[in-house]
């Protein structure tokens, strides 16, 4: 399983951990570099220092490459970009924003650049501004999505630019990393199949709603204001979308849902937690070690890539 992603992050096999906010720590993202794939560390709205000791903690708990997912939303964004490079971090991942200004310094100091990518032309933007490689991320996402689904979104970006594609969104076994590839994506990103992981700390409730999701257990809300994100039914949701419905200004929204990731993932508040999961969630039914997910993804995706070629 060589692809130009295996080669550009120097990794075994081609599966790229998503840096979920709140989620993605050094017990989670060092699993997933042990067992041969790229783990990332979520950067969130965390301050610098904060963060610096998840990455000494991973550094620790692993002697493979890892990464830092980055919000560029975040105010202490700048400050990240320049803990990666003092921390000599293998790969930055970026979202929420634009990452061109960072993009010469994270190179120059030998850190890949990863954003995530919605549609056709950002992904063009990011290869023009010096982009190693791309997650082109499906609706199908847990978290904040975009419009086009997986399945549409990669081979246009495959097609358009040079650079490695990276798929995302509705991927949880070998099938979907099979698929991904007969698109012509070099590498898998998954968010909600490690978050049955069993070095995933999120609260035991939030785990055992995604082991027990059904295939139409997952809502977008805030498409009103053109901000979506997905989670799984939950009683917030409910609320935002009868919120939306009724014509709430994105003020409103915005205060109901302050700080409603961290209340699902610490403190299993299910009245106010936002349970974010993809809606490939209907596929995930048991808690496993980030290898035995990583292997089992891999072993699956070969013997369907051989059988059909």
């Known amino acids: 399983m060589k692809t130009r992603v295996t080669d550009l992050f120097h990794?075994?096999?081609p599966v790229i951990q998503g840096g979920m906010a709140?989620?993605?720590?050094?017990?989670?993202?060092?699993?997933?570099?042990n067992a041969?794939?790229?783990?990332?560390?979520?950067?969130?709205?965390?301050?610098?220092?904060?963060?610096?000791?998840?990455?000494?903690?991973?550094?620790?708990?692993?002697?493979?490459?890892?990464?830092?997912?980055?919000?560029?939303?975040?105010?202490?964004?700048?400050?990240?970009?320049?803990?990666?490079?003092?921390?000599?971090?293998?790969?930055?991942?970026?979202?929420?924003?634009?990452?061109?200004?960072?993009?010469?310094?994270?190179?120059?100091?030998?850190?890949?650049?990863?954003?995530?990518?919605?549609?056709?032309?950002?992904a063009k933007k990011m290869e023009k501004a010096g982009a190693d490689a791309v997650v082109a991320e499906g609706c199908e996402s847990g978290g904040h999505i975009g419009e086009m689904t997986t399945m549409a979104?990669?081979?246009?970006?495959?097609d358009a630019?040079?650079?490695?594609?990276?798929?995302?969104?509705?991927?949880a076994d070998g099938r979907g990393m099979a698929a991904s590839l007969m698109l012509g994506a070099e590498g898998v990103q998954m968010g909600t199949r490690f978050l049955a992981a069993k070095e995933c700390n999120i609260s035991r409730t939030y785990q055992q709603m995604v082991l027990d999701a059904s295939?139409?257990?997952?809502?977008?809300?805030?498409?009103?204001?053109?901000?979506?994100?997905?989670?799984?039914?939950?009683?917030?949701?409910?609320?935002?979308?009868?919120?939306e419905k009724n014509g709430a200004q994105f003020e409103e929204i915005e205060a109901l849902t302050m700080d409603s990731?961290?209340?699902?993932?610490?403190?299993?508040?299910l009245e106010n937690g936002s349970f974010m999961a993809g809606q490939i969630?209907?596929?995930?039914?048991?808690c496993q070690s980030a290898k035995e997910i990583v292997e089992e993804i891999v072993f699956q995706a070969e013997k369907l890539l051989k059988k059909y070629s």
Request: proline residues 6%; charged residues 20%.
């Open 261 to 269: 990731l961290r209340k699902a993932v610490q403190q299993e508040d």
């Open 281 to 286: 969630a209907g596929l995930v039914h048991q």
């Open 11 to 13: 990794i075994q096999y």
């Open 161 to 171: 630019i040079s650079i490695p594609v990276i798929a995302a969104g509705g991927i």
């Open 215 to 243: 295939d139409s257990d997952s809502v977008v809300t805030g498409r009103t204001f053109g901000r979506g994100v997905r989670s799984l039914k939950s009683p917030l949701s409910k609320r935002l979308l009868e919120m």
């Open 36 to 122: 041969g794939g790229l783990g990332l560390l979520a950067g969130a709205s965390h301050p610098a220092e904060e963060v610096r000791k998840q990455i000494l903690h991973a550094k620790e708990l692993t002697d493979k490459p890892f990464g830092l997912n980055i919000m560029l939303m975040s105010e202490h964004s700048a400050d990240l970009v320049q803990l990666a490079i003092e921390e000599h971090l293998s790969v930055v991942a970026t979202g929420a924003g634009n990452p061109a200004k960072y993009i010469p310094s994270l190179k120059e100091a030998g850190v890949k650049v990863l954003p995530v990518i919605p549609s056709v032309a950002i």
């Open 153 to 158: 979104l990669v081979p246009q970006v495959v």
């Open 22 to 33: 709140w989620v993605a720590d050094a017990s989670l993202a060092a699993a997933v570099s």
